[in-house]
Nanobody
Framework: EVRLVESGGGLVQAGGSLTLSCAVS????????IGWFRQAPGKEREGLSC????????YYADSVKDRFTISSDNAKNIVYLQMKSLKPEDTAVYYC????????????????????WGQGTQVTVSS
């Protein structure tokens, strides 16, 4: 069973930075992809970024591509989401998710394609 554990959330002032971590365990094959999503109260879950271990491709939503960076420490099986220039509208619960799909270019931002999810970590950006 694949298990994901997020960490690194917290309270930060607008303009500040945070780095979220997603520790992945229990997978069978190393060619997986990890997506980062967020969900604010009353809003749908939004796909932010994705890292594919199959070909090391990275993907970003337009809303965050100039501020967020996804990276991976494959030796530790941890995927990071570095967030800078945070805004109050970035306030949400952030989740990482696992998919065993090899090709994710066309579907990475859709939550439906992910098989396992972490418990989420709260990010609050104060104005």
């Amino acid at each position: 069973e694949v298990r994901l554990v997020e960490s690194g959330g917290g309270l930060v002032q607008a303009g500040g930075s945070l780095t979220l971590s997603c520790a992945v365990s229990g997978f069978t094959f190393a060619n997986y992809a990890i997506g980062w999503f967020r969900q604010a109260p009353g809003k749908e879950r939004e796909g932010l970024s994705c890292f594919s271990r199959n070909d090391y491709s990275t993907y970003y939503a337009d809303s965050v591509k100039d501020r967020f960076t996804i990276s991976s420490d494959n030796a530790k099986n941890i995927v990071y989401l570095q967030m800078k220039s945070l805004k109050p509208e970035d306030t949400a619960v952030y989740y990482c998710a696992y998919t065993s799909l090899v090709t994710v270019k066309e579907i990475w931002s859709s939550a439906n394609w992910y098989e396992s999810w972490g418990q989420g970590t709260q990010v609050t950006v104060s104005s």
